[in-house]
């Protein structure tokens, strides 16, 4: 699907006056609501299927609705085992489920829930292996294909990273440009693409990007911990939303990991398992997002005038918790930002909110948070 010159400057000033409230999102798992799945995720020996994931999914529709979170990250794996060569048993469960789909699509829409994947790190486009290069289309094309059957818009995108660099990063990128361009309809339609925190930089996929016209993402902390060629952070940030001209930019946002890590592994001096901690790792995501650093990062995008407008999926390992934490961050905080999210009230101050009795990680109802 191609479109005119013309139509592209359409959609980009709608995008650049779009005065909607900005979005907050979270990926896959609900902490704050015991027993929601994501998906079916038994063994094939169970006979898992698209249809269960559904009943999950609605389910999990439903908590963010009455939660008011406009934003959700769906699991990459809703149809088990669908292009798996040698399970013929699993095939065409997408089309089974068509009028099933076709109904989670309407109450995603009904309560304004922009919906998005992100396919695992199995998906590599620029491989030299062509095998694996086929099967990471496969199982993006069955991607493509729920978002379609659910009649999502273009705001419903598949995220990826380019892949490997296999000894040449030069031609890793050569190789993806490749291979999008031979990529089925339905996939290059929704296909955005991620910058990396260890192989291929914001510079990459804007090289990638001027090649292609491929939607970029931009993911703040990958941006810290992956810049060699020292791009200045805000401009490079509004460079990645100019990339968008079907639908509301979208990126990533994460705060390191600032704890130490504990490693269990053999004590040598006396042969037993014993704990070590080692200092973090930055790509390592928090549990929950640093309330001032985010502040920091929309005020400067928001600096220059006319920079578009754009919702942000949260990268925290509280997931939803972290999602309603931010929230009442920023009203407490910074009203400024909180506004641009559509939030409003009295902001409260009690930071124990969600804790037990014994200071242990827990949500609302009392429940331990588990990871």
């Known amino acids: 699907m191609s479109i005119s010159s013309e139509e592209t400057a359409h959609r980009t000033e709608k995008l650049q006056t779009d005065d909607s409230p900005q979005r907050l999102g979270f990926a896959v798992k609900v902490i704050n609501q015991n027993g929601l799945k994501a998906n079916d995720a038994r063994r094939w020996q169970s006979g898992p299927h698209l249809s269960v994931t559904i009943g999950y999914l609605h389910e999990i529709f439903a908590y963010l609705a009455k939660n008011e979170i406009t934003m959700y990250r769906m699991s990459s794996d809703l149809a088990p085992y669908c292009t798996h060569p040698d399970m013929p048993q699993f095939w065409g469960q997408i089309g089974a489920c068509g009028d099933g789909l076709a109904a989670l699509g309407k109450a995603a829409r009904e309560n304004d829930i922009r919906l998005s994947m992100h396919p695992s790190q199995f998906i590599v486009l620029n491989s030299p292996d062509p095998v694996l290069v086929e099967k990471s289309v496969r199982d993006l094309l069955a991607a493509a294909e729920i978002l379609d059957a659910m009649e999502m818009g273009p705001e419903a995108v598949l995220i990826i990273h380019v892949g ?145 407008r754009f919702d942000v999926m949260l990268e925290a390992k509280a997931k939803d918790i972290a999602l309603l934490r931010l929230r009442r961050d920023l009203l407490r905080y910074a009203p400024d930002v909180a506004v641009r999210f559509g939030l409003a009230g009295e902001p409260t101050t009690d930071d124990t909110e969600y804790y037990d009795e014994e200071g242990e990680p827990g949500n609302e109802s009392g429940d331990k948070m588990v990871e």
Not at 166 to 195: A, F, I, Q, S
Not at 247 to 273: C, Q, W
Request: a negative charge; one cysteine or more.
């Open 164 to 308: 490997g660099t296999y000894g040449d990063h030069k031609t890793g990128c050569e190789r993806w440009v490749e291979t999008y361009r031979t990529l089925p309809e339905p996939v290059r339609r929704r296909l955005v693409l991620e910058n990396d925190d260890i192989r291929y930089s914001a510079a990459d996929v804007l090289s990638i990007h001027e090649e292609t016209g491929v939607a970029l993402v931009f993911d703040n902390l990958h941006f810290w911990c992956n810049n060699p060629e020292r791009l200045p952070l805000v401009e490079t940030f509004r460079q990645f939303l100019r990339t968008w001209t079907s639908a509301r930019p979208k990126m990533h946002f994460s705060s390191p990991n600032t704890g130490m890590r504990e490693v269990r592994r053999k004590d040598e001096t006396t042969n037993k398992l014993a704990t070590f901690y080692q200092q973090p790792i930055w790509t390592g995501h928090a549990d929950f997002i640093h309330p001032f650093e985010f502040t920091q990062f929309v005020r400067d995008a928001f600096a220059e005038p006319g920079t578009p």
